[in-house]
C-alpha cells in the first residue's frame, strides 16, 4: 500500500472562505489529519455557489465540499471562553495551524499567533491575511478584484483602450491557498528538525505580485511602465484565435522552424521572412492577423491543437468546463475523483493537483456537516499529553540548510521553485547547456540593461536575474557521455533534482528517475511538464500562455460579451511553481521518515484545471457555466474598475454588503452625484448594475486613486489602484514590509530591488542569500568542491567543451526592444530618472 507524507502530522484549520482552507485541504490530501473549527453559525464559504438545489442551507455549497474534504469539523461559539479553552487544547494538539481572520481578531480571542507559540512551542501557526499582519495597509479589506488591481496583474492584461482586466472566477483565492500549503510546509520542515515553532505571516496580494517577476524587471533594468496591448495585436503571441468551433492559440516558438506554421495552417505565406520575428511580425500584426483568420474560420481549435501539438509547435486551445470534463489527457492521468456530497449525490472534482510516486494524495473522506465531529474531537484532544518544551540550547535554522538541488530547468516555473528553494537555505546548481541558453538569458519576453544587448546581455538579463538568484552556474554539455558521468556524479552528492523536460528526453539520455535512483536511493525527482509526464498529451510542448487557455480560466475571463482573454504573464508557471513546492516539502518529509527517494509528475494543465471548480460542479449542478463578466461579481455591485484622475489611472472597488453601500452612496450623495434610494438592497442594485457603474464611474473620474483608497478603505470597503510595475516598486506598504530585497549585481548593474516571497517567518532569517551567476561561472569550483576532481580532470572536461564558462551558441536577439514596444503600446511609458526614483543611483 502507499503511504502519505504527512501521516501524523496534525493541522488545525481556522480559515473562513476560501485561501486558508484551501491550504488546509492540501495538506490534508498530503495526508495530514485535519481539524476545521467554524462559528456556530458556519464558515461563510457554505453559502458559496454553485449550490445544490436541494438540502440543509449549511451543506448546499458545493464549493465548499470541494474545499473542506479530508477533514474533521468543530463547530465552537468562537470567542467565548469556552471556545478559547477549547480551541487553546486544539493548538496543543495541532503541529500547524492555518488561520484567515484579519489581523487582531485572534488577538482579541486571546488566542494571537504569539500566544499559540507560548501554548505549543513547536507549532507552526500561519496567517493568511489580505495584505499582511504589519504596514499601512494591514487593516485594509481585500477581494478578488481589488486584489488583481494592487498587484499589477491588471494594468497589463486587456486592451490598451479599454479598462484594466482580471481574471474571472475566485484565482486570488486559490493563489494564497496554494502559497499558504508550501509556506507553512517550509517552517514545518524547519520545526520538525529543530524544534522551534514558527510564525508564518502570508500577504494575499504578495502573492499575486509574485506574478510579475517579468514586468517589474522592465522598470528596474529599463525604467519602462508596461501597459496593456493594442487591440489588433500578433497572433503569435497566444491571443486566443476564433476558428470555425471554438478558440485557437498559439506561439512563436524557440525550438521549431517558424515555416512549420506554414504546414500546420496550409499555406506557403507564412514562409515569408517577413514572418519568422517577433520583430519583422510586430510590423505586419495586422496582415499576419488577417491571413491567420483566413486559414482557421474553415477549421477547429481541438483539431489543429492536436495537429499542431504534434508538430512540436507551442499550440493551445480554449477549453471550458464539459471540454475539461470530456478531455483525454485528464482523464488517462487520473485527475477526477467522484465524492459523495454530504446533502446527497456524488460529483466529479478535481482530484490529484501532482502525481508522487511512493505518496499520492488521496480524499480519505467528504467534507465535514456543520459541527459533525464536535464531540470526537473535543474528547480526543483533552487526552493527549501536553507538547515538550524547548531545550535552553535550541537554535532556530533554515529549513533546507544542508539540501543541495539540481535546477535543470529553463524560463520561470521551475527556475523561480529552486530560487525560492535557495532563500529558504538549500544548495542550488543550475546545470545549464552549451547548445540551447535558458529564454531567460537570450529571449523574447527578457529585459535587458538599459536596453542593450550589445555586450555581456546574457549575464545582465532582468528576467533572468530574478528567477536565478542564490544559484551557482554550471555549463555541462549533456549531448557528451563525459557530460553524462559528470551529471552522474553530481546526482550521487545531491537531494533533488528539477528539470522542465518533456518525458522523452531524460530517458533518451538514459538518465531517467529509476536510473538516478540506483545512483541515489534518495533522490527527489521533480519533472514539471506542460500535461504531465503520461496521458497522449504527454509530449506536447507547451508555454504559459499557451496553456492558460487550455487549463479552462481563459474561458470565463474577458470583456461581458467579448471573447476569452488570457490575463497576467505566465499565469501557469506560477501555479506549478506553488504546486511543486507542497509537493516537494511533503516528499523531503517522507525521505527523512524512511530514507526513500521518490519522483513527483507536476503537469502545469492540471494544476489549472483544479482551480477553476466553481465553473466545472456549476456545469455538473445544471448545465450552465459561468459568464465572462470583465471586472464584475456576479453577485456583488458595484464592483469594477473605474477611471480616475490621470491617464491611464484606474481605481477598483467592491461593495459586498449593504451596510457598505450605504457608506459608498453616503459619501457620493456629499459629492453631488445622485444615488437612487431603492439600491439599498443587494437584488436591487444586481437589478440596476449598468445605472451604479455610471454613477460610481461619475464619482471616481476626478478623483486620486490612492486618496480614494484611503478614503473607502477608512469605511471598511475593499479599494485599490490599478497598479503599474513603477508603483508596485514604489508602493508605501510593500516597501515597510521589506517585500522588495536590495541585490548588489555585478556591474555595471549594482544594486537592485528584487522580489522576495509572499510570506514571512518570525524565527528566521530567510532571504536572497546571493545574486544570479553569470553563465558557467562556478563549473569549476563545482568540480573541485563538490565533486573532488583533481585539477587535470578538471582540464580536460573544458578543453573538451564538457564543460565551458561561454555558450557553443550565438543566436541573435529577438527580443523586442523599448522603441517597438513602445510603438505597439506594450509599454506606457519610459522614466529617464528611474534609478533616482528607486534609490539606485
Not at 235 to 246: F, L, N, Q
Not at 306 to 317: A, E, F, H, I
Request: hydrophobic content about 40%; glycine content about 8%; some cysteine.
Amino acid at each position: 500500500m502507499s503511504e502519505s507524507a504527512l501521516r501524523g502530522v496534525r493541522v488545525l484549520d481556522l480559515g473562513p472562505g476560501i485561501a486558508a482552507p484551501m491550504a488546509a485541504r492540501l495538506l490534508g490530501d498530503f495526508g495530514a489529519e485535519v481539524v476545521k473549527v467554524e462559528p456556530l453559525a458556519g464558515d461563510p464559504a457554505r453559502a458559496l455557489h454553485p449550490l445544490l438545489h436541494e438540502g440543509p442551507a449549511a451543506e448546499r455549497s458545493l464549493l465548499f465540499a470541494y474545499l473542506n474534504w479530508n477533514k474533521r469539523g468543530v463547530a465552537l461559539d468562537l470567542g467565548t471562553p469556552q471556545a478559547l479553552a477549547e480551541l487553546e487544547a486544539l493548538v496543543k494538539a495541532s503541529d500547524i495551524v492555518i488561520e484567515g481572520f484579519k489581523p487582531g481578531t485572534l488577538a482579541a480571542w486571546g488566542l494571537s499567533p504569539q500566544r499559540m507559540l507560548e501554548i505549543n512551542p513547536r507549532v507552526v501557526v500561519t496567517s493568511v491575511t489580505d495584505f499582511g499582519q504589519e504596514g499601512p495597509y494591514a487593516h485594509f479589506t481585500g477581494s478578488d478584484l481589488v486584489h488583481q488591481a494592487m498587484s499589477g496583474i491588471m494594468q497589463i492584461s486587456g486592451d490598451v483602450d479599454r479598462a484594466p482586466l482580471k481574471h474571472g472566477l475566485n484565482q486570488v483565492a486559490f493563489c494564497a491557498g496554494l502559497n499558504a500549503a508550501y509556506a507553512a510546509l517550509a517552517a514545518f520542515t524547519a520545526a520538525e528538525r529543530d524544534g522551534i515553532g514558527d510564525h508564518v505571516d502570508l500577504s494575499i496580494q504578495e502573492c499575486l505580485v509574485s506574478e510579475l517577476v517579468t514586468c517589474e524587471t522592465y522598470y528596474t533594468f529599463m525604467g519602462a511602465i508596461q501597459g496593456r496591448r493594442m487591440a489588433v495585436q500578433d497572433p503569435y503571441s497566444g491571443a486566443p484565435v476564433e476558428t470555425k468551433k471554438g478558440y485557437l492559440s498559439f506561439q512563436a516558438s524557440l525550438t521549431v522552424p517558424n515555416e512549420t506554421f506554414a504546414d500546420l495552417f496550409r499555406n506557403d505565406a507564412f514562409r515569408d521572412p517577413k514572418f519568422a520575428s517577433n520583430k519583422e511580425r510586430s510590423k505586419h500584426v495586422a496582415e499576419v492577423r488577417d491571413l491567420v483568420a483566413q486559414c482557421v474560420k474553415d477549421r477547429e481549435a481541438k483539431e489543429l491543437f492536436v495537429d499542431g501539438s504534434q508538430r512540436r509547435l507551442l499550440m493551445g486551445v480554449v477549453q471550458t468546463a464539459p471540454d475539461l470534463l470530456a478531455c483525454e489527457q485528464l482523464a488517462q492521468r487520473g485527475f477526477w475523483v467522484e465524492v459523495e456530497h454530504p446533502a446527497g449525490g456524488r460529483f466529479r472534482y478535481p482530484g490529484e493537483l501532482v502525481k508522487m510516486s511512493l505518496t499520492p494524495t488521496a480524499v480519505r473522506r467528504r467534507a465535514p456537516m456543520l459541527g459533525e465531529h464536535t464531540a470526537e474531537v473535543i474528547g480526543q484532544v483533552r487526552s493527549l499529553p501536553a507538547p515538550s518544551r524547548l531545550p535552553a540550547s535550541a537554535k532556530a535554522r533554515l529549513p533546507l540548510e544542508g539540501l543541495r538541488v539540481l535546477d535543470m530547468a529553463t524560463v520561470i516555473a521551475m527556475p523561480y521553485m529552486a530560487s525560492l528553494l535557495s532563500d529558504l537555505g538549500a544548495e542550488v546548481i543550475k546545470i545549464e547547456s552549451p547548445l540551447k541558453l535558458d529564454p531567460t538569458r537570450k529571449g523574447v519576453l527578457t529585459t535587458y540593461l538599459e536596453n542593450d544587448t550589445r555586450e555581456d546581455a546574457i549575464n545582465r538579463s532582468g528576467m533572468f536575474n530574478v528567477v536565478n538568484r542564490g544559484k551557482q552556474s554550471m555549463a555541462l554539455d549533456m549531448a557528451q557521455a563525459e557530460g553524462k558521468q559528470v551529471f552522474r556524479e553530481l546526482v550521487a552528492k545531491s537531494d533533488v533534482v528539477v528539470n522542465n523536460f518533456t518525458p522523452r528526453v531524460l530517458a533518451g539520455w538514459g538518465l531517467g528517475d529509476e536510473a538516478l535512483r540506483e545512483i541515489n536511493p534518495k533522490l527527489i525527482t521533480l519533472a514539471n511538464t506542460g500535461y504531465g509526464g503520461t496521458g497522449p498529451w504527454k509530449n506536447f510542448p507547451s508555454q504559459g500562455t499557451t496553456l492558460e487557455v487550455t487549463m479552462g480560466i481563459a474561458a470565463y475571463s474577458g470583456y461581458r460579451g467579448d471573447k476569452p482573454w488570457k490575463v497576467g504573464q505566465s499565469y501557469p508557471d506560477f501555479l506549478a511553481c506553488w504546486a511543486g513546492l507542497a509537493a516537494l516539502f511533503c516528499a523531503l518529509r517522507h525521505v527523512r521518515m524512511t530514507g526513500q527517494g521518490q519522483s513527483i509528475d507536476l503537469g502545469m494543465y492540471q494544476v489549472g484545471a483544479a482551480l477553476i471548480p466553481e465553473a466545472l460542479l456549476q456545469y455538473q449542478v445544471d448545465g450552465t457555466e459561468p459568464q465572462r463578466i470583465g471586472n464584475e461579481h456576479e453577485l456583488h455591485v458595484p464592483s469594477n474598475a473605474y477611471p480616475g484622475a490621470g491617464d491611464d489611472r484606474w481605481v477598483a472597488l467592491t461593495v459586498e454588503t449593504d451596510a457598505q453601500w450605504q457608506s459608498l452612496a453616503s459619501m457620493m450623495a456629499a459629492d453631488g452625484v445622485a444615488v437612487d434610494a431603492s439600491w439599498t438592497r443587494a437584488d436591487a442594485r444586481r437589478n440596476a448594475r449598468e445605472r451604479i457603474d455610471a454613477a460610481v464611474a461619475q464619482w471616481v473620474r476626478p478623483q486620486d486613486a490612492r486618496a480614494l483608497m484611503h478614503r473607502l478603505q477608512a469605511a471598511g470597503i475593499a479599494c485599490g489602484p490599478v497598479f503599474n510595475n513603477r508603483d508596485i516598486l514604489l508602493d508605501e506598504h510593500l516597501l515597510a514590509r521589506g517585500f522588495h530585497e536590495r541585490v548588489n549585481l555585478p556591474l555595471p548593474m549594482g544594486v537592485r530591488p528584487i522580489m522576495s516571497r509572499p510570506w514571512k517567518l518570525a524565527s528566521r532569517d530567510v532571504h536572497i542569500r546571493k545574486p544570479a551567476p553569470r553563465y558557467g561561472e562556478d563549473g569549476r569550483a563545482i568540480l573541485r568542491d563538490v565533486l573532488g576532481m583533481d585539477e587535470a580532470r578538471i582540464a580536460a572536461l573544458f578543453d573538451a567543451r564538457v564543460v565551458c564558462s561561454e555558450p557553443t551558441v550565438n543566436k541573435p536577439f529577438d527580443a523586442m526592444g523599448l522603441a517597438e514596444l513602445q510603438r505597439v503600446k506594450a509599454i506606457h511609458e519610459v522614466d529617464p530618472d528611474y534609478k533616482r526614483k528607486l534609490g539606485i543611483t
